[in-house]
């Protein structure tokens, strides 16, 4: 093989694993990445050995104003059982979150991710996403996009499901 | 040694093709641009009603325009 071919080997290989880095994502059933190291502005609540839903949301998208009821009533009926809601904010404007919050009061910890590092580590499929995580911390289950009552519902059984698990 | 020289040539263009064209994906949580009111093809109800009247008289037919939403690409 010449200088040259191999030359040409080793830059294709070079491209493949870019793009594999590239397109890397949390997946199902692999740990969920540790939140406090993404600089996330807010408090974070203590999660250990408790089923979190970690949303991603922004002030700019309407299914993501239309889940804030159907998620606060969750955090309050099941908050008592273990599980806990972390919505994550991705506004780059403080000022619209804070005008957000302040409008709409979600009954869970809300935080604001206005690097966008976490997001951009997770790469959400679409907006809103949220991630169920069991109490081990390991991911269970993706859901992207929130259609009412049926997402609401499907979400609650999935909760309850992992709730009864054992630590 | 021109072929060798026309190969590596071709591997620049290529590469500079790749990296530096103006075409990018944005990713669902960028979109909050695309997302404002201002995006909205109906975000002027006049401007919306005239436009319609030239479709309809043109197109000879009515109720078939438009969509829904803006360009977040929510749900």
């Known amino acids: 093989m010449s200088l040259l071919n191999k030359k040409i080997i080793a830059l294709s290989l070079s491209l493949l694993a870019l793009a594999s880095v590239a397109v890397a994502d949390v997946a199902v059933g692999s740990p969920f990445?540790?939140?406090?190291?993404?600089?996330?502005?807010?408090?974070?609540?203590?999660?250990?050995?408790?089923?979190?839903?970690?949303?991603?949301?922004?002030?700019?998208?309407?299914?993501?104003k239309a889940s804030f009821?159907?998620?606060?009533?969750?955090?309050?009926?099941?908050?008592?059982?273990?599980?806990?809601?972390?919505?994550?904010?991705?506004?780059?404007?403080?000022?619209?979150?804070?005008a957000f919050l302040k409008k709409f009061a979600p009954g869970f910890v809300t935080v604001r991710d206005g690097t966008q590092k976490l997001v951009s580590t997770v790469k959400v499929p679409g907006m809103p996403t949220c991630?169920?995580?069991?109490?081990?911390?390991?991911?269970?289950?993706?859901?992207?996009?929130?259609?009412?009552?049926?997402?609401?519902?499907?979400?609650?059984?999935?909760?309850?499901?992992?709730?009864?698990e054992q630590p | 040694m021109t072929r060798v020289i026309r190969l590596w040539g071709c591997l620049l263009?290529?590469?500079?093709?790749?990296?530096?064209?103006?075409?990018?994906?944005?990713?669902?949580?960028?979109r909050a641009a695309l997302a404002d009111y201002t995006m909205r093809p109906d975000r002027d109800p006049l401007a919306t009603a005239m436009t319609e009247h030239i479709y309809f008289a043109r197109e000879a037919s009515s109720g078939g325009r438009g969509v829904g939403g803006s360009g977040c690409g929510c749900n």
């Open chain 1, 33 to 64: 990445p540790n939140l406090g190291v993404f600089g996330l502005e807010g408090t974070l609540p203590d999660t250990t050995g408790r089923v979190v839903l970690v949303d991603f949301w922004a002030t700019w998208c309407a299914p993501c």
């Open chain 1, 69 to 98: 009821p159907a998620y606060s009533a969750m955090q309050k009926e099941l908050g008592d059982r273990g599980f806990t809601i972390i919505g994550v904010s991705i506004d780059k404007k403080p000022e619209e979150y804070a």
């Open chain 1, 131 to 164: 991630y169920l995580i069991d109490r081990k911390g390991v991911l269970r289950e993706i859901h992207s996009g929130f259609h009412g009552d049926a997402t609401a519902k499907e979400l609650r059984e999935k909760i309850q499901k992992l709730l009864e």
């Open chain 2, 13 to 30: 263009f290529g590469s500079v093709g790749l990296f530096m064209s103006g075409c990018t994906t944005v990713h669902p949580w960028e």
